[in-house]
Every structure is written in C-alpha cells, then in structure tokens.
C-alpha cells in the first residue's frame, strides 16, 4: 500500500518539469503586461505630444495677438506649418 501511495507522488523529473513550465508561463504572463504597459504609453505619449503641439499652435496664435503690429513683415520662421514672426519666438523664448 505505501509503494502505491508513493507512485501518486511527482517524481522530481516532474517537478522539475512543471516548475519549468511554471516558469515559461511567469514569463508570457510579465511579456503580456510589459507589452500592454508598452501600449498605453504609446497611447498617452501620442496624446501628450498632439495636446503640446496644440498648446504651442494656441500660444503663438495668443502671442500673434498680442504683438500684432508690433513686427516687421518678412521677418519669420516657419514652425510646424505656420509661418511666426521673430519677434514672436524670441518672446516665446523669455516666456518658457
């Protein structure tokens, strides 16, 4: 009876098996959540970047405003599309 009773215990080629193959499944389950942790930063880090694109596109629209007259014509630089007075930037530059 007790030989039977230690034949329904694992061998050690068993456990070391199924350690091995706990193992491998530890290791998909952290390369799954890096690779999901991967993602939502991209998602944010796309969001970040067109919400700062928007902020500069809105603050040189508001600095535009406020120096409107006080440039001279032909003196710009074109930024993301948008053609920017000098003056405009270099006041930008002292703001940040």
């Not at 998909?28 to 930063?41: G, H, P, R």
């Not at 001279?72 to 993301?80: C, D, R, T, V």
Request: a negative charge; aromatic letters at 10%; hydrophobic letters at 40%.
């Amino acid at each position: 009876m007790l030989e039977s009773f230690n034949n329904l215990l694992p061998s050690p080629l068993f456990e070391k098996f199924s350690q091995e193959v706990l193992l491998e499944v530890r290791q998909e389950w952290y390369v799954s959540k890096i690779l999901d942790l991967k993602k939502q930063f991209e998602i944010v880090n796309d969001w970040m970047e067109r919400r700062i694109s928007q902020t500069v596109k809105e603050n040189i629209m508001i600095t535009m405003q406020q120096t409107a007259g006080h440039f001279e014509p032909g003196l710009s630089q074109s930024i993301s599309g948008f053609s920017v007075p000098l003056c405009i930037l270099k006041a930008m530059e002292t703001k940040t």
